[in-house]
């Protein structure tokens, strides 16, 4: 087979970068021929890089050259005179030496605009010119040429050789083609990155369109389907989740089990900025939020708690207080920093949420909502310290003092399995205010008499006794609730006190079994 | 265009055309995917650039120099085998894709496809495919297998190698979504995929394989009409039998 371009001997040498402007291409070849001085008349290439070869100094002068023969091929390629100075360039670039063709291809350090370079070199340069670009490149980035390319491109040109000259150019395609791929693949991937050859990651992100082009769709389902992950899926991701992420979530939570490659699609659309988009729709769709959830973690608990705040939704709100507390502690210095936030309605949120979550407090900043001037606060700050022993009995104390039933109830119910000492005089002294909730009287009278404080005797007296007889010793009072309740205190508690032993005297005398039955054994409950 | 169709050892028919009677005119191409094979085996990723070479050796020949063959090689040397196969079902891909009239991009695109549309049986042992005998469940599971491992080989390999990706993946797929692997999603598998299986399925039967003869062309032609709507998309076997029937009128 005829050998047209020569090739025998390429595809072992050297190469150069570029891009371009506009401009006369005659005025920018006579740049490149005033590198070397020469103005009496138009050189050829040939005799332009003998001139470059023979110049001690030509090799500082490699960006201009590089740069220069890069703006040349990058000018309209459908006027005459500028395929004219492209071949001269081929001719050139033919007949420069190594070195200067390893300087040429450093000229442009962008990676993008070294792509633009390479991609005209490949479609613009005469065929072995071209070779002699990739053969070159691929030197300077580390990645040899594979014996099988280098058989099967000089195969191609041998063949697009044979060909009428009026087929060439198309017989020509498909290897500029291949040179152009080949190129632009050793800029994105080159195998070192010394010499200002940087990789480029970002380029070659838009996916092919048309008939044969697979939907983003069915690239992802593939990828799920079979563990697959690369460039391919991750461009497929994105075209998909252009709209949002959900189309993706939903392949991804239809899928029968988690893998390697929907764990990696999942993080790739799992942004907080969808995950706002999701928790603010109406009707929150709980799976996908949960899908996006799984895929996001952590990261997701800001804008979880930024949600939490504002929603109007019970639902949403509900739903995020159950997902943020499944992250436990992790999330405490978030919620926290929340509580600085004035509303009411989010202090007692993130305070339900700490305590939902498990969280112990311990800093004291929390603590100083027991005082806030919202008992809905005060109630939840309460409910919280009550879980934890280091501040269940600094919690009981705020609560038995607290004037709001629904601060003091809570503390008095769980002063049952634990009155704190602290505790016992200011409840005592409560009990007597006409602004104790009488609902509670009863339980608060029992506590007074489990904890065997003298200050609680007072009290009891206080429901078990209404003046004295006409003898000068104490009478019962009425029977109550609260009566029984004091009464049944004494008696288990205070049964060797003289006063309340004649009071109990008294009430074992009566003829109403529920007093003497308190009176007796201490039968009256806490309720 | 022209295209003629002949069954001799590695394409080299005499007589069918003038261009044919270059000898071995896939040689290069054939050398080439074996070796893209071979890399691929020895756990390395996808040469892609070199596979888009063969597209483009290919494309040269079919659209530039007018040729078309499809060549068979013995069952024995199952590397070669598996390159001749590859390169032959590209050949005929990219033919149909022209008769329907896709665009030169896409033709390319559908050949590289075709190229590497198996990949995934290097991940099957030689012995396996070419024993004559009946081959075990487990080994069965391991072919059948060989799509998903194809759709993972290429989704490595490039951002451009989707359409290729899922070829290898749906290439073993009724019109329905049945056959293998079994679909998460079910679906009908891509226009392309449909595609390349006819010609996988036309090379494949007209091999031939330890425990059988080649199919003659004619034979191929009632099966893939027969199965036509069920196994294989209609009007896509119509486009590649009505290839096959001129061929075989035009050699007689």
Redo the contacts between chains.
Sequence with gaps: MSDYYGLDADLTGTSWPGTAETGSVEALWNDLAQLVDIQTRRPTGPELAAALNADPDANQGTTRLGTTIARILAMDPSVPATRRVFADVSELLLHLSPPLVAGVLRAESDPLRRVAFLEHCAARLTLPAAFRVAAGFSALTGRPL????K???K??AQ??GS?PSD?RA??E???R??LS??VV?LVAKPAHVTGGFEPITHR??A??S??????AE??V?????????????L??VDELASGGVLPVIE?IR???AANGASTAIMKKVASPGEMNRLLNADPLDEPAADALLQGLGLSAARVMLEVLAESRLRATRRYLLDRLAAFGHAIQPMVEGRLKDSRWFVQRNMLALLRAAGCRPGNGTVERLLEHKDARIRREVLLWLLENPETRELAISAGVKDDHPEVLRPALHAARSGMPQAAVPILARRLLSADFPPGSRVLAIGLLGRSGSSLALDALFRFAVAGKTFLGKPKLAAKSPEMLAAVSALARTWRKDKTAAGLLAQARKSRDPEIVGAARTGSVEMS | MSAWLDAGPNGATPGASPAATEPAVFE??I??VA??FDEVRAGRAL????A??????L???Q???DRLRVSVVAHDDIVRYHATHAVNVAMLSMVM?EQLD?????I???GLAAVVHDVGMTRVPADVVTRPGQISQQERELVMAH??EG??I??????????A??VA??HHLKTDGSGY?R???P?AP???SRLVQLCDVFHALSSPRPFRPPWPSEIIVSYLNERAGFDFHPGLTGTLTSLITRHLSSAS
């Design positions: 594979s014996e099988p390319l058989v099967l491109l195969r191609m063949r697009a060909v087929l198309e017989a395609e498909p290897i083609a291949t791929d080949l693949d070659f992100v996916r092919q048309g008939r044969a082009a697979p939907e069915r690239v389902q593939i990828a799920i389907e079979a563990d697959a992950m690369g460039d391919a899926v461009a497929a392949l239809r899928a029968p | 290069a191409e050398e080439t070796w893209i040469p892609v650039i070199e888009e070479a063969v597209v483009g050796s494309y040269l020949q659209r530039v120099m894709a896709f665009d030169a991009a896409s390319r695109r559908i799509p998903i759709a993972r290429i989704m490595a390999a490039d951002l451009s190698m989707d359409l990706a899922t993946f749906e692997p679909l998460v999603y679906r891509h226009y392309v």
